[in-house]
Each structure stands twice: as C-alpha cells, then as structure tokens.
C-alpha cells in the first residue's frame, strides 16, 4: 500500500469514532399550502387505478416506522394527529425512511403525477407498475420520493392512537394508528416468536369476548426471534385491510404491553363453585330465587356452565338455565330469580340473572337441582333425583336452604349435613319453621 493512500485511510478512521449515525438534516417546508382532503382524494377512486394530474397537496402524519424492519416500501400517514378521519399507504423505495420522515412528523404529499388504487381495501398512492398488461400502484423510486413529499417544518408530534375493539374497526380507520385493549395472543402461538425467519408470519390475537385478528410481522424485522408475550394488555398497531379482513402491523415491540393477566379461559370447571341458598319465601312465591358462591381466590368464567332441574320424583331434566353468558367474581355470590322486578321490590336490589318461571330457581321446594360444568360433569347437587323432595331433608318448601358456611368446595352427592334448610313438612333434623321474605333471606350475602 501506498503511504498517501494509507494516510488518507488513517485520517478517515480516526474521524468515525461509532457506528451509530444522527438522522440526515432534511430542509422542511413550510410555504405548501393543503387543498384537499383524504376524503376528498379516496373520491378520485373509481374501480381502477388512476393518475392524479391536478396540483392537489395533501397535509397529514406519519404513523409507522422502518426503524425495526417491520414496515418495508412503505409509509403510512394519517390525515391528524389525534382523531383521524383517514389515511394513505404511500408506496416508496426508500431505505430508512424513518431517518427522513419520523413517526409524528407532520408532512404535505405533492400528488400531481402520482397513482392512487384500492388494493383489497387499501388505498395506495404511488408510482406506477406494470404487469403482464395490468397497472398497479408501486414504489415511487427514492430520488423522486423527495419530489413528492415534504417534510413539514413543526415539531414531531405524539400520535394519539383511536382506541377501539376488534368488533367496532371501520374502513375509515384503515391506514391510521389505532389501540386494541385487552387484547392477547392465542393459546396456540404462546412461546412462539413474532415471525419465522425470512417470511411473513400472521400471529392471531384476541380480546376476551374471542374476537380475533391477524398481527402481521416480519421475518426480516430485528424482534423476528423475539418470543411473543404470553399476558393481556393494549396494542398500538396500523389498521390495514386485505379484501374484507382486517389485519394490523406493529412499529416495534414497544407498541405492545401485555402487562395483565390473560382474559379467563373460555371453559373451566372448579369445584369451589356451587349452590350456597335456595328460597320459597312462604309468603311470596314471587321471591324465589337461587343463589350461587364462587369459594375460590379466582374469577370463574361460568361459559358452558348449566343449571338442571328434575321436578318432584322426575329422573329426566324438566329445566335448564345457561349461565354461559356470565362470569363470577372471586369470593363473590351469583343470585339468579325467575322474577326480577319483584325481586327488585323485594329485596332493594337487581338479581345478577333473571331466568324464566318453572326454571331452576323457581323450585317449590321439593325439587332436585344440580349444576354441571362446561365439560358435563355434575359438580353439585341439592336434593336426591328421582325423589320428591316433600317430608324428606332436602325439602325448603315455604322455607330456605342455605350451605353451612364451613362448606369451601361442591359435592356431587347431596349430603344433609352441609345445610340448614327451614320447611314447613319436611322430616327430622330439617327445621318446620316457614320462612317469609324479605327478613329471612340473605340473597348475594355469605357470611
């Protein structure tokens, strides 16, 4: 080597002392004037791709990021920062466009010469690509994106995400940051990484009502490996859309934090839930109700959870009720009545399930409950199937069953000694006394 060329080598390496490079000093503008709007653009829009040659400026914000490799050819901005009514996906060939254009950075979009497309419900502007005959838009190439889109001389702003549900997205929403909260990843993609090496991978999330949608990510991205979070929280995404499914893109993981427990598990069964009081108020039938207690430390989804009756000597099930659509809090009680508004009277307050008359809470007193988990299984029972309840010790006729308050877990075989029931004909050891409502009684309270 020559020595000129190995001092010229010696004063470029003594002047990099890291690797890590500020963002290029782009000019910004601030004499463009907006005069459209994104609605007004999506109009331009008529079942084929189209050249816009009028001198229409747009003026809107970044919403991604190709800092983490998880966006790539591609800017997303929003028509505000907060409270959008729209937003473009803006098709570029631009590597680390997030140096040039952050997320938050105001921008005005020259679209005079640019495409404009809706691609399986999303709409694009860009250049123009030709395949096999059919148009398209694609990347404007790098040294015209500057030509284009400007950078807007104020202050990166923080965008505001929309928060919503999975169930509430709209179309408007396409192409802007929005927040899902209580979201989670499936059962099945738990311990998984966000993407397979070198593809495209759909992880599946959902909320805890079981609505679902598809977390597009990277195998190219620098989380690619990173294993997903197994717990529940918010996720801050970019809505898109392919035909007439809804898909979202994280920036970085830094858009996710699942701090929270997950949502309860569809179906589970316990055998610290079970029947805690059952009433016949003598001196109103109206009054019935049955009353169900939680005894563990943790909330029960009751989904697939039943109730059944067998009245009288009956062996088959006269009446069932779905408690499917409920879940029950830790060390909490679940009153269930066939009649609410006289519950209501009654009692001073609203039962946490109205069922219908002839149900399971609306025995007479000699009837024959059990309650049956998600997966068939009897958990608890009140009573002997196939005989009438009437002179026997599991007969509340004009009276009142109430669990002993030692009892911490069911029992699928009825066993005496766990009640205190009050009658007014039922055998030894059962109290002959009738119970009248609202003093007698002690709905929604265990203690």
Not at 114 to 136: D, Q
Not at 143 to 167: E, N, R, Y
Not at 356 to 375: H, I, K, Q, R, Y
Not at 388 to 410: C, Q, S, Y
Request: with cysteine; charged share 25%; hydrophobic share 35%.
């Amino acid at each position: 080597m020559k020595k000129g060329y190995l001092y010229i080598l010696l004063i470029i390496c003594s002047c990099v002392k890291n690797t890590d490079f500020d963002a290029p000093k782009s000019s910004c503008e601030n004499k463009l004037t907006t005069n459209t709007s994104f609605a007004d653009v999506k109009k331009l829009y008529v079942d084929e791709i189209i050249q816009i040659h009028e001198d229409l400026i747009l003026e809107g914000y970044v919403i991604s990021s190709d800092k983490a490799g998880n966006f790539f050819g591609k800017l997303h901005i929003q028509d505000s920062s907060t409270n959008p009514t729209g937003g473009f996906q803006l098709e570029i060939d631009l590597r680390d466009s997030h140096l040039f254009y952050q997320s938050g950075s105001k921008v005005y979009l020259k679209l005079k010469g640019l495409y404009l497309e809706k691609s399986k419900g999303v709409y694009k502007i860009g250049g123009v690509f030709s395949a096999f005959g059919n148009a398209s838009v694609g990347r404007l190439p790098s040294i015209v994106v500057q030509q284009h889109l400007f950078l807007g001389c104020s202050d990166t702003k923080a965008i505001q995400p929309t928060i919503v549900g999975i169930d509430a997205l709209e179309d408007a929403m396409v192409n802007t940051l929005v927040q899902l909260e209580d979201i989670e990843v499936i059962e099945a993609s738990i311990g998984k990484p966000f993407a397979e090496a070198k593809k495209e991978t759909q992880r599946i999330l959902k909320d805890c009502d079981g609505d679902e949608i598809a977390l597009l990510n990277s195998g190219y991205s620098d989380f690619q490996s990173t294993i997903l979070p197994e717990g529940n929280g918010t996720i801050t995404v970019v809505l898109l859309k392919k035909n007439d499914i809804y898909q979202v893109v994280i920036r970085d993981v830094n858009d996710i934090d699942f701090s929270k427990e997950r949502c309860l598990p569809d179906e589970v069964t316990s055998n610290q839930l079970f029947i805690s009081e059952l009433a016949d108020p003598n001196n109103n039938s109206g009054a019935r109700f049955l009353e169900l207690y939680n005894a563990s430390d943790k909330d029960l989804s009751l989904k697939g959870w039943t109730l059944r009756r067998y009245t009288n000597a009956n062996t088959t099930i006269s009446a069932t009720i779905d408690l499917s659509d409920f879940n029950l809090a830790a060390k909490s009680t679940f009153v269930i009545s066939p009649n609410m508004s006289e519950f209501e009277t009654v009692y001073g307050f609203a039962p946490h399930m109205g069922v219908a008359t002839n149900s399971p809470a609306d025995s007479n007193g000699d009837d024959n409950l059990e309650l049956v988990d998600p997966f068939g299984t009897v958990i608890d029972v009140f009573g002997v199937v196939g005989e009438d309840g009437t002179k026997t010790n599991h007969e509340f006729e004009d009276g009142r069953a109430v669990r002993n308050l030692n009892i911490d877990k069911a029992n699928p075989t009825y066993t005496f000694s766990e009640w205190i029931i009050f009658n007014d004909t039922g055998s030894k050891g059962t109290t002959n006394l009738p119970q009248n409502a609202p003093k007698d009684f002690t709905p929604g309270i265990r203690d």
